[in-house]
């Protein structure tokens, strides 16, 4: 994978990418995109997890109260990736109950009430803003799903401060949660052409970073480090890594 950017690189990049939207040439009216995925890139939704391990120490608390305590004080720079290595981790090794737990998380994580619970990632939101004033036409692309979590990411985006629900943006949703993230991504891609022309996509998984590298092999393909799924395809070498969007 290719190594993060110092600080400065990473401000340049991002810099660069307002000043190349900012003087975008449209051909045929077709204005400048960037595409930003949700989880792990704009926004840290490890908090969304920290609350559902509150409920499920409620929930747990007569049975086990040392376990609940643990539960209770889990912060996001506890989590793994997956929640059950989360909570074998602190050491519930009963399948039973791990299998318990990953179901209460599931029932909950991918639902819109608790996405109020999503923070922004450092300098997300300015850069998004900047973009959008530069005339860039802002790409949310999220392997959540419309029917469970289509209300409750809108109101994310509108309560966080991104740009969203004006002209110049777009969000777009996967229609089914069973559908695989990468595969929806990249039938997906290619039909941007309808919106603009893509000047930059971000993105925290690899496979996903190559998609758009695929699709559009001109682009500015960015991988956001911040969490990925465990055994990820390599990353292409023409892609750029960040830490957050600070500049
Ligand atoms: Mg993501």
New binding site residues.
Partial sequence: MPSRLSSAAQKDLLDGIVLRCQSFERKGGAPPLVVF?????LMDNRPRTVAIMRELADAWETRDPSLALKLKTASPDDLLYLFGDSLRKMGISKPDLVAEGEAFWKERFFRDPHLVHDVALAGSVSFARDLYAAGATLVYLT?RDLPLMGIGTFQSLRDLGFPIGVAGTEFILKPDAAMPDEEFKRTLAPQLTRVGHVVAAF???PGNCNVFLDAYPTCTSVLVDTQMMPGPPPLSNRAHVIADFSR
């Fill in positions: 995925d949700l989880d792990g890139t392997g993105d925290n998984e």
